[in-house]
C-alpha cells in the first residue's frame, strides 16, 4: 500500500468547549487524538479554543461594522486561519443532548462569510473539507454530529465518509475523557483512551479527511461548471431551463 503525501495540506481544529484556557478541556483531549496523527503525517495544524477570543453574535463578517454598539469582534482574524486551511475540525461538548453554545456561534460566523467567491466564482469553502469531534457524558454524538455537518456542507465544505468521531461516558455525573481522577480515585488509563471504538473511529475520520482534502487540493478544487455564482450572475446558465408552469 502506497504511503500518500499529506504535507501540503493545513488543518485548523476549532475547539468549541465553554471553558477558556487555561481550563482543562475534555474536548479538546480527544481532538488532541485527532490532530496528533496530521501531524505525525506531516499536515500543518493549529488548535483554536473560540472561547478565548472576543467573538461578537451576528451573522455579518465583521459585526463593528454592522452594529455601532459592538466595539470588538475578533471574528475576522479567526477567519483568516479558517479560509487558510484545507480541513476544519469542529469540536463540541454535548449539554442537554445539543452542541455547545459556542459551537453554535461559530456555524453562525461560518454562514456569514459563505456568501463570498473564491477565484473561480464559487462559494468561498467549496473545496475544502470539514468533520467534527464530540464528547460529553450523555446521549448526543450522531444528533450533535449531524447539526454541524449539515451545517458545514451547506455553506460548501465536503464532508468525507466517517467524518465524526466521539466519546460519551456513563450517563449521568461521572469522569470526562482524559480524566485520571474522580471523586478522589486515580484512574488508570485516562478515561476514553483505551476505548477500541473512539479510537478507530478518530482514526478514520482523521484519514478521510486528509484524503479528501489532499484529492481535492490535486484537482484544483472543484469544476467550475455548473456551480459558479459569478458566472450565474453574469448570465451563464449551462443547461438550466426554467420550467413551464402547466
Known amino acids: 500500500m502506497n504511503t500518500p503525501d499529506f504535507s501540503d495540506l493545513k488543518a485548523v481544529y476549532v475547539n468549541c468547549t465553554l471553558k477558556k484556557s487555561p481550563a482543562e478541556s475534555h474536548t479538546a483531549g480527544l481532538m488532541e487524538v485527532s490532530r496528533r496523527i496530521m501531524e505525525a503525517e506531516g499536515v500543518k495544524t493549529e488548535l483554536i479554543r473560540l472561547v478565548d477570543y472576543d467573538i461578537a453574535p451576528g451573522v455579518q463578517p465583521d459585526m463593528t461594522k454592522e452594529d455601532e454598539s459592538i466595539k470588538s469582534d475578533d471574528w475576522p482574524e479567526v477567519y483568516k486561519k479558517v479560509k487558510a486551511a484545507d480541513i476544519l ?38 473545496g475544502k ?47 470526562s475523557y482524559g480524566d485520571t ?14 476505548s477500541e471504538f473512539t479510537n478507530r473511529n478518530t482514526t478514520f ?31 451563464t446558465r449551462w443547461d438550466f431551463e426554467n420550467p413551464e408552469y402547466r
Open 89 to 126: 475540525v469542529i469540536g463540541s461538548p454535548i449539554w442537554l443532548g445539543e452542541r455547545s453554545s459556542v459551537a453554535t456561534q461559530l456555524v453562525e460566523r461560518l454562514y456569514a462569510m459563505s456568501s463570498k467567491q473564491n477565484e473561480k466564482g464559487q462559494y468561498v469553502y467549496y
Open 129 to 175: 473539507v470539514g468533520g467534527c469531534v464530540i464528547t460529553g457524558n450523555e446521549d448526543g454524538i450522531k444528533h450533535c454530529a449531524m447539526g454541524l455537518l449539515y451545517a458545514m456542507q451547506h455553506i460548501g465544505y465536503s464532508i468525507p465518509p466517517q467524518a465524526d468521531c466521539g466519546w460519551i461516558g456513563t450517563v449521568g455525573p461521572g469522569p
Open 181 to 194: 481522577e474522580w471523586k478522589g480515585e486515580k484512574i488508570a488509563p485516562p478515561v476514553g483512551y483505551d
Open 205 to 235: 475520520m482523521t484519514y478521510n479527511l486528509m484524503h479528501l482534502a489532499k484529492m481535492l487540493k490535486e484537482q484544483g478544487g472543484y469544476p467550475a461548471y455548473g456551480n459558479s455564482r459569478k458566472a450565474w450572475d453574469d448570465g
